[in-house]
RNA sequence: GCGGGCGUGGCGGAAUGGCAGACGCGCUGGACUUAGGAUCCAGUGGGUUAACUCCCGUGAAGGUUCAAGUCCUUUCGCCCGCACCA
């Protein structure tokens, strides 16, 4: 070894050598114990960013420090690879999306392999790619077949600028993500996932993820959002309509002075059907469809309401109140319709007090009452009811009860629990996605693609124009087709899947990646699921979170899995900031991880990202702080470089009896052993196991000044060894390179992680401190077992402790062993 | 509005209720150098002292405790998620 640390020739020497070998290649079964490491695959969209090698840095110390623990490590990856912007560049740059997509992987493979991340590349998987989307579209069958894949109409955000629909995800607030134009909503028919029929499930089943964190979990269930209430029926007077509305205040029903219905909903129709505000509201219908979805929802809106003409019967007491259309009531949620209770809804409180509807309060307070001519806002907490016939008197909450009792009696309402969550709505207008295997015919309607058809392929030759339409229903090879059911002419679908259809299900194919008798080989899924960590970016903590926990519950329910919850543990790594903001290209304030692998090696770049913050925490770029790791490297090579030809003539023997400064370094090797350990496993602290190793490099260099003949040479050698090992999974080049040099046969990836000796990090003497009322007065050298009586004595021993409390009265003395001595006084 | 998180030196960040500021960056001084943005050594929260010392200090204010950055209450600020959800 020389003393020049030349990081491009190792890590160039070492990746080259790993791929040969094919160290990170691992069969599907093993005795030891599995353990499946995984990181969210990323879209390929050109080159890795530094989010990136936030995330495969801290997934590769994982899988690393796993297999030295003897599991049996599964750490794949793949490409998230159908999506928008590869249709975008295709429109841009008239290149097709597949060349783009494959370009990209291409260098952005290369990129990961320079990182030195230890995946198993033969498990490489593409979303686009015919022999993974065939199963796609076989597990889209799955759910068609089982009532849970199904065609509706629905409003979709629609973009006038670029004549196309978008998904939600596209939409940034309330405009288009490309152009900025306000997205409106427009009705077209969709292709559903019915994830509601999951969401209890889902719901409930967030308990069992221990190993998530709360954030996420209450993320997901604020999303499923249920809530417990009643369904209610008006009859509508003088017509045979009823209008059922959702309540989740029941006892509040006699305080109902008007019913609102969204514009949209379909009964509005019926109801103003010859009156004379007819033309008045189809106005504004027209006016609140067009709005934009950002002013449509916004609670700063004012909220705006007219009459409809038509009038509702209170199921309970009789009373016929007005029915209104308002701007704030939605469609989508509950019945598209509520109940007016000014009294006891700040929202209709403030509707009540603008159009002059009468404000009825039916629910007091204790100690208090309540007189709607003064009230200046609702009262929406707990009390008795009031003014509710036979009702008076009862608590609310029993109230509510109560009441949806009596109704169900009267045939009149029910028991209700509502959820937020909506159905998955999964067509996309677009070229480069996974064809939805459905054929339409004038005879038997919609009809499955056959799965021995499977895959329905993707046409090549496509024009790509933003025409609002996916461009497959341009292209009439593709289209017209036979309908498999009766052999006459079919058409097929032209929409394709979201693409977070791809991503609910890859970690499957991982186990089986070439497969061709199914989507995956049982066996192996078995064997290797639920996935044990999971890593990634918490902009993911409800889609795709949410949608693979979904797929995993249908796939069991098909017993073609028998996890319940695909991700044991996981593991949200925060932000890359710079300047204290995310980098970004519109900021110009991106690092790019290849300019920083090019100047400073893979090693250095791994090692700064997971040192310069925890991982769940954002972390702030600095380029002052990689030259700290760089020269942290530097440190580690010249300390191993003259030692080299050295230690490869000490036999790896375990030091017994040592004394001074040969017992302490051993003692620092060992304790460092045991904090890198529990910093790694216990709380994927990797910043404060790399300092921990940075300490001991830093003793390693005074123990190496002391005279050689002073110095154990199985210590020097155990100590190093242990150090290599210790920083292998962060720095994983540097190390196996001097790992070699200092003598060792094989991969130091391929070697048990250390243990520490319980004896060696014994200590015979420590220091004590004495407070005095808490202050810290003093510092004693005690033997280590000291017992607290005679800590006690030691102390009231000491000169200057005594000094410090000779004209004063002793109340208590509070010994923590192997810590302080607390003495109180006055 | 609701939900969650975070406030510690000049900076990134450490601290099972028990020595606040580990480790790193930066800075100051020095050594070695023709030179260095290489490397090594020493110092580095604020105040006080000739020195030993002593006092103050984890956004702010209270509280619990022998002991609080850590637990409780109130409050201010920043970040994130959801947002007219009936």
Redesign the pocket.
Known sequence: MNDNYDFRALEEKWQARWEKEGIYQIPDFSDRPKYYCLEMFPYPSGKLHMGHLRNYSIGDVVARFKTMQGYHVLHPMGWDAFGLPAENAAIKHGVHPAKWTFNNIDNMRAQLKQMGISYDWNREVATCHPDYYRWTQWLFLQLFHKGLAYKKKAAVNWCPECATVLANEQVKDGGCERCKTPVIKRELSQWFFKITAYAERLLNDLKLLEGWP??VK??QE??I?R?E?AEIDFKVDGMDETITV????PDTLFGVTYLVL?PEHPLVEKLIEGKREEAEIRKFIQKVRNLSELDR???E?E?IGLPTGAFCINPLTGEKVPVLIA????LE??T?C??GVPAH?Q?DFEFARKYNFPIRVVIQPAGDKLDPSTMEAAYEGEGVMVNSGKFDGLPNKEGMKAVTRELEKLGKGRFRV?Y?LRDWLISRQRYWGVPIPIIYCDNCGTVPVPESDLPVMLPMNVEFKPTGRSPLADCPEFVNTVCPSCGGPGKRETDTMDTFMCSSWYYYRYTSPRETEGPWDKAKVDYWLPVDQYIGG?EHA?LHLLYSRFFTKVLYDLKLVNTQEPFTNLLTQGMVLKDGVKMSKSRGNVVSPEDIVARYGADTARLFILF???PD????W?D??V???F??L??VWRLAAPLADFLKGVPLAPAANLVGANREMRRITHNTIKKVTEDISNRF?F??A??AI??MV?AL?QYKEIPETDRSPAVLRESLDTLLLLLAPFAPHITEEIWEATGHEGSIHQQPWPAYDPEAIQEDEI?I?V?I?????E?LLVPADLPPEKMQERVLQEPRVLRLIQDKKII?I?P?PG??V?I?VK
Not at 246 to 249: G, L, Q, S
């Open positions: 709360e954030k209450i993320m604020n999303w959002g809530s209430g959702y309540t989740t205040r969204a929802t916004s609670t809106a909220k701007n704030y009531v939605l949620y509950g598209g509520v109940m809804d929202r509502n937020r918490v409800i310069a913050a925890p925490r954002d972390l702030e600095s002052q702080g030259e700290g790791c020269r942290f530097k440190r602290n910043n404060t790399i300092s940075m300490e830093n260099y220091t401190v407070q009322n808490g202050k810290v007065r510092r208590k509070i923590v810590k302080l607390n109180v």
